[in-house]
């Protein structure tokens, strides 16, 4: 056993996991997956010529000297299959134009099916420490799978109101931080970050002259509860495209205390748009404010969580899993929810019943 390959194996499983951790894994595969396919064409090809492949393998799989192998190109395949289905759940395809979505997933087909291929021809001597970081990923891939599929209950979640009064794209939301970046952070990790979509495209790549931030700067924001507002911030201002407001991340807020049970926050808001102060009580459905591109953001959003006590990105505080009521899922044919619906990256909705306040 070479020390080459456990430190490759043991940097490569590193790496993972901290981009994993870290709410960046489906960024990285996007441009790790075709690079892989490359380098395994390369690596096989000079295998094969040095006789390190076991070329027999496909033609006689099941001999008894061959079957060492079916673990390692068992646990390759899994791991190919299950990161394939992840990284298409996962892709935010409706930030992207059809096109641009068309080439991501040709090439994530043809490079997963060159490292099927080159999987399937092993080599004579099995790789130990690789085995073990196949199966270490797939554990955390089978995990991620269950999550995705098993959301939060119906009684863990509070529920809300639509936070904006038209049809709007959940860009963050879920219980995996391949689905969530802000999941990564157990602070605000039921984040939920959202756009306002506009023709399927729900990402603010759209700039005109009229509006320098883009198509979800300054859409209404309106209550997704009733309660009454605890906090304030309005003072903020709107940053220039490529630039961050770092000594305010949230940017300009609104607290919402819904009976001193839980808080509703919604950062992010237009400078100058809020219309409530500390004190007022606030109906489900009334305009609060409008979207901006205050605080630590690269782009015009809104962002909203559910917390335990009042305050604005405190430590120590316990942020809570919400569900949407009042909307009916859009985007392949309109599908009105017998339940709350828990938002999820890739999702649209749009409010059951119109709303009119201006």
Same mark, same amino acid.
């Given at each position: 056993?070479?020390?080459?390959?456990?430190?490759?194996?043991?940097?490569?499983?590193?790496?993972?996991?901290? =981009?994993?951790?870290?709410?960046?894994?489906?960024?990285?595969?996007?441009?790790?997956?075709?690079? +892989?396919?490359?380098?395994?064409? !390369?690596?096989?090809?000079?295998?094969?010529?040095?006789?390190?492949?076991?070329?027999?393998f496909l033609r006689r799989p099941g001999v008894v000297s061959h079957r060492?192998?079916?673990?390692?190109?068992?646990?390759?395949? +899994?791991?190919?299959?299950?990161?394939?289905?992840?990284?298409?759940?996962?892709?935010?395809?409706?930030?992207?134009?059809?096109?641009?979505?068309?080439?991501?997933?040709?090439?994530?087909?043809?490079?997963?099916?060159?490292?099927?291929?080159?999987?399937?021809?092993?080599?004579?001597? =099995?790789?130990?420490?690789?085995?073990?970081?196949? !199966?270490?990923?797939?554990?955390?891939? !089978?995990?991620?799978?269950? #999550?995705?599929?098993?959301?939060?209950?119906?009684?863990?979640?509070?529920?809300?109101?639509?936070?904006?009064?038209?049809?709007?794209?959940?860009?963050?939301?879920?219980?995996?931080?391949?689905?969530?970046?802000?999941?990564?952070?157990?602070?605000? #990790?039921?984040?939920v970050k959202i756009f306002v979509a506009n023709n399927r495209r729900g990402?603010? =790549?759209?700039?005109?002259?009229?509006?320098?931030?883009?198509?979800?700067?300054?859409?209404?924001?309106?209550?997704?509860?009733?309660?009454?507002?605890?906090?304030?911030?309005?003072?903020?201002?709107?940053?220039?495209?490529?630039?961050?407001?770092?000594?305010?991340?949230?940017?300009?807020?609104?607290?919402?205390?819904?009976?001193?049970?839980?808080?509703?926050?919604?950062?992010?808001?237009?400078?100058?748009?809020?219309?409530?102060?500390?004190?007022?009580?606030?109906?489900?459905?009334?305009?609060?404010?409008?979207?901006?591109?205050?605080?630590?953001?690269?782009?015009?959003?809104?962002?909203?969580?559910?917390?335990?006590?009042?305050?604005?990105?405190?430590?120590?505080?316990?942020?809570?899993?919400? #569900?949407? =009521?009042?909307?009916?899922l859009t985007g392949s044919g309109d599908v009105a929810p017998k339940l709350?619906?828990?938002?999820? #990256?890739?999702?649209?909705?749009?409010?059951? @019943?119109?709303?009119?306040? @201006?």
């Amino acid at each position: 056993m070479k020390r080459s390959h456990i430190f490759l194996a043991s940097f490569a499983m590193c790496l993972v996991w901290y =981009t994993y951790s870290a709410g960046a894994l489906t960024v990285l595969y996007r441009y790790m997956v075709p690079v +892989l396919a490359i380098v395994s064409i !390369i690596v096989h090809t000079t295998a094969w010529r040095s006789g390190e492949i076991e070329t027999e393998f496909l033609r006689r799989p099941g001999v008894v000297s061959h079957r060492k192998y079916w673990l390692v190109i068992a646990n390759q395949w +899994l791991l190919i299959v299950l990161s394939s289905y992840l990284m298409w759940k996962s892709w935010t395809y409706l930030q992207n134009s059809e096109l641009e979505n068309v080439i991501f997933f040709g090439i994530l087909l043809a490079s997963n099916g060159v490292l099927l291929i080159c999987a399937a021809v092993p080599y004579r001597k =099995t790789n130990v420490p690789a085995n073990i970081l196949w !199966i270490l990923v797939n554990v955390v891939f !089978i995990v991620d799978f269950q #999550r995705v599929h098993n959301p939060p209950a119906l009684d863990q979640c509070v529920i809300l109101g639509p936070p904006i009064p038209k049809q709007f794209y959940i860009m963050d939301g879920g219980n995996s931080p391949l689905f969530n970046t802000s999941y990564a952070r157990s602070a605000r #990790r039921h984040a939920v970050k959202i756009f306002v979509a506009n023709n399927r495209r729900g990402h603010d =790549t759209v700039i005109t002259g009229n509006n320098p931030f883009g198509h979800t700067f300054g859409e209404p924001v309106i209550s997704p509860v009733a309660g009454v507002v605890c906090d304030v911030v309005r003072d903020r201002p709107d940053m220039p495209r490529g630039e961050l407001d770092y000594e305010s991340p949230a940017g300009n807020v609104i607290v919402i205390d819904v009976q001193s049970k839980w808080f509703v926050l919604l950062a992010h808001l237009q400078y100058d748009s809020i219309k409530v102060d500390v004190g007022d009580h606030v109906v489900q459905g009334q305009l609060l404010a409008r979207c901006g591109k205050s605080g630590h953001t690269s782009e015009p959003i809104l962002h909203l969580h559910v917390q335990d006590q009042p305050g604005i990105y405190l430590d120590g505080l316990t942020y809570l899993p919400i #569900r949407f =009521t009042g909307v009916i899922l859009t985007g392949s044919g309109d599908v009105a929810p017998k339940l709350p619906v828990y938002p999820l #990256r890739n999702n649209m909705f749009k409010p059951a @019943e119109p709303f009119s306040f @201006e």
